[in-house]
C-alpha cells in the first residue's frame, strides 16, 4: 500500500534520476563488481564449488512450444542484459566484470515423454535439484544455464539457473516479461517491442561505487548504527541439534498454502490499521520468534529490490539489499500494538534502504561467527513482484517450486503473492532442524497470524499457537506422560537395566562406547 513517506522517496528518487543520470562506465578500464556482488564472489573463494547462491526458476509451459524459437528467445535475452554474458576473474586478487559478446545460446533438452507418467515426477524432481545443484564458473562463465524437460508433446517444464551474482527476486519478473517478448516475436517473425535499456549493470556498478561516501550515503549508514546500537547479537532459536562450528549451507524447504478466510481477514486488517500486508505477517512472525526464544529484542533480516531509479527497473541483475529490522516486543504487547510498532521500523528502515549491508556490517563489525550470519539469523521476505499473467507466447505459464536443498539462514519464511493466493514456504537449515519441526513453526505462525487478526487487541504472548487438532493431541500426549509417570522414574529403570546386563555396551558414538 502507498504511504506518504514511500511516495515522497519515489519522487526524491525520480528527481534525482532526471538531474543525476547513471553514466556509461568507461568500458576500456577494468570494470569493478558492485558493493554487494563483491561480497558474493569473496563468499564463492572462500567455498569453491558452492550452489548456495544457484537462483532456480522453473516454470511449466502448456501448448504448442516451438523449442527452435525459444532458442532464439534465450538468445536475444543474453544479447539484451549484459550481466547474463558476464565472468568475473580476478587481477592481482581482485574481481573485475568481464562482458563476453552476444552468441548463440545452446538450450538443452531433456525428453521424459516415453517415460510412465507415474514416474515422471520424481524424475522431474531429479532433474530440477541437478540443475539447482550444478555449479556455475564464475570466473570464466557461463553463470546461467537453462535446460527444457519434455514432458508430452504439449506440456514442457523450462529449467532455470541464474548465479545470486547476476540475479535476484525482481529479475525474475523482468526475464519471464523479456523472454516472452522475444519468442512472441520469434514466432511473429517480428522486431521486438522492448525499448533499449538506458543502462547496463557494469554501468550501475560503477556509478555505485563512486556514491559509497557521498553525504547522504553516511547518513543513511549513521541511521542504521544509531538502530541497532545495543542489539543483542543472536536470534537463539531452540534447535534439534547442536550447531555446527562452521556453516555448510545444507537446507531444505517446507510449503504451505493461506487459506481464503485468512487472506480476506489480513486485508481487512490492512485498511483497518493503514498498514501493508508485509508489516502485519512480519509482526506475526517476529510474535511466533518471541513465544520461541522469549526474546523480547531481536532483528529480522528482510530483502528490498534496491532499484530506486527508473532506469534499474528493467534490467536483470543483483541489486538488491538486506535490511536488518529491530523488533520491539517490551511490555508485552497486544498485537495492535506489535503491529503499530512493526510499521513505524519498516517505514524508517525502508526510508534508509539505501545504505548497503554489507557496508553496514563493516561499520558495525559485530563479532564474527562462521556457524552464523552477523546481525540477524532468520529472515521474511514478501515476493509481490508482478509476474507475467499465466501466458507466454501463447502457452500457459505456471512457476513450479525446486527444493534446491540449500540455505542462507537458520530460517527463511517467504510469503508469495500469486494470482490471488499466498503461497508460503520456509527454507531452514537442514543441519539444525527436522523437517517435522519447521512444520509446526509454520502451523503455529498461520495460527497465531489468524487469531490476531480476529483479536488484534488480544497480548501476542497469550494467542494461541496450537490449531485444535494439535492441542488435543497435546491433551492426549499429556495423559501418555501422566500414566508413564506412574512407573520407575528413568534413572532407576537404567539403573536396574544396568545392574541385570553390567558389561553391556550403553553409548556408542562413533568409534568410541561406553
Given at each position: 500500500q502507498p504511504t506518504v513517506e514511500g511516495l515522497a522517496h519515489a519522487l526524491e528518487n525520480a528527481h534525482a534520476a532526471a538531474h543525476d543520470p547513471i553514466p556509461h562506465a568507461d568500458r576500456t578500464q577494468p570494470l569493478p563488481l558492485a558493493t554487494a556482488q563483491q561480497r558474493l564472489w569473496f563468499l564463492e573463494r572462500l567455498q569453491p564449488n558452492s550452489v548456495v547462491y544457484n537462483v532456480p526458476l522453473a516454470l511449466r509451459l502448456r501448448g504448442k512450444l516451438d523449442v527452435v524459437q525459444l532458442d532464439a528467445a534465450l538468445t536475444a535475452l543474453a544479447a539484451r542484459h549484459e550481466i547474463l554474458r558476464s565472468s568475473f576473474p580476478a587481477?592481482?586478487?581482485?574481481?573485475?566484470?568481464v562482458v563476453a559478446e552476444p552468441s548463440a545460446f545452446?538450450?538443452?533438452?531433456?525428453?521424459?515423454?516415453?517415460?510412465s507418467i507415474e514416474s515422471r515426477p520424481d524424475e522431474v524432481e531429479k532433474l530440477l535439484r541437478r540443475d539447482a545443484e550444478r555449479t556455475l564458473n564464475l570466473?570464466?562463465?557461463?553463470?546461467?544455464?537453462?535446460?527444457?524437460?519434455r514432458l508430452d508433446a504439449d506440456d514442457y517444464i523450462l529449467s532455470l539457473v541464474v548465479h545470486h551474482i547476476a540475479f535476484d527476486g525482481w529479475s525474475?519478473?523482468?526475464?519471464?516479461?523479456?523472454?516472452?517478448e522475444f519468442y512472441d516475436a520469434a514466432l511473429l517473425g517480428r522486431p521486438s517491442t522492448l525499448r533499449p535499456l538506458v543502462v547496463q549493470y557494469p554501468d550501475f556498478a560503477v556509478w555505485e561505487r563512486g556514491r559509497r561516501d557521498h553525504e547522504a550515503m553516511l547518513n543513511h549508514i549513521d541511521y542504521w548504527k544509531h538502530t541497532l546500537d545495543g542489539l543483542p547479537p543472536v536470534l537463539d532459536l531452540p534447535t534439534d541439534r547442536p550447531r555446527p562450528a562452521t556453516w555448510s549451507g545444507r537446507g531444505a524447504i517446507v510449503n504451505l498454502t493461506i487459506p481464503d478466510e485468512t487472506v480476506h481477514g489480513l486485508d481487512a486488517l490492512c485498511r483497518q490499521e493503514g498498514v501493508t500486508r508485509f508489516m502485519t505477517l512480519l509482526a506475526a512472525f517476529q510474535a511466533v520468534l518471541h513465544r520461541y526464544t522469549g526474546q523480547t529484542d531481536f532483528a529480522v533480516g528482510t530483502p528490498v529490490a534496491g532499484r530506486s531509479r527508473p532506469e534499474l527497473a528493467e534490467m536483470i541483475g543483483f541489486f538488491v539489499n538486506t535490511l536488518a529490522l529491530r523488533a520491539d516486543i517490551t511490555g508485552r504487547p497486544t498485537f495492535r500494538e506489535l503491529l503499530r510498532r512493526t510499521r513505524e521500523t519498516t517505514l524508517a528502515g525502508f526510508s534508509h534502504q539505501e545504505a548497503h549491508f554489507d557496508r553496514l556490517v563493516e561499520e558495525l563489525q559485530p563479532r564474527r561467527d562462521?556457524?552464523?550470519?552477523?546481525?540477524?539469523q532468520v529472515m521474511f521476505i514478501l515476493q509481490n513482484m508482478p509476474l507475467p499473467g499465466g501466458e507466454f507466447g501463447g502457452l500457459t505459464l505456471e512457476p513450479v517450486g525446486v527444493d534446491p536443498g540449500v540455505a542462507k539462514f537458520d530460517l527463511t519464511l517467504t510469503a508469495v503473492e500469486w494470482q490471488g493466493e499466498l503461497r508460503v514456504s520456509?527454507?531452514?537449515?537442514?543441519?539444525?532442524?527436522?523437517?517435522?519441526?519447521?512444520?509446526?513453526?509454520?502451523?503455529h505462525w498461520q495460527t497465531l497470524l489468524h487469531a490476531a487478526l480476529d483479536h488484534p487487541d488480544q497480548r501476542i504472548d497469550t494467542l494461541p499457537l496450537h490449531s485444535p487438532a494439535e492441542?488435543?493431541?497435546?491433551?492426549?500426549?499429556?495423559?501418555?506422560?501422566?500414566?508413564?509417570?506412574?512407573?520407575?522414574?528413568?534413572h532407576e529403570q537404567f539403573a536396574s537395566r544396568a545392574a541385570q546386563t553390567p558389561d553391556a555396551i550403553a553409548l556408542t558414538c562413533e568409534a568410541h562406547t561406553l
Open positions: 587481477i592481482a586478487g581482485q574481481p573485475i566484470t545452446a538450450l538443452a533438452i531433456c525428453d521424459l515423454s516415453t517415460m570466473e570464466q562463465g557461463p553463470i546461467w544455464n537453462a535446460n527444457l524437460i525474475a519478473g523482468v526475464l519471464l516479461r523479456d523472454l516472452s562462521l556457524s552464523r550470519s552477523p546481525l540477524f520456509a527454507e531452514y537449515a537442514t543441519d539444525l532442524f527436522e523437517h517435522r519441526t519447521i512444520e509446526r513453526i509454520l502451523t492441542a488435543l493431541a497435546r491433551v492426549q500426549h499429556g495423559r501418555a506422560k501422566s500414566a508413564f509417570a506412574e512407573g520407575p522414574a528413568l
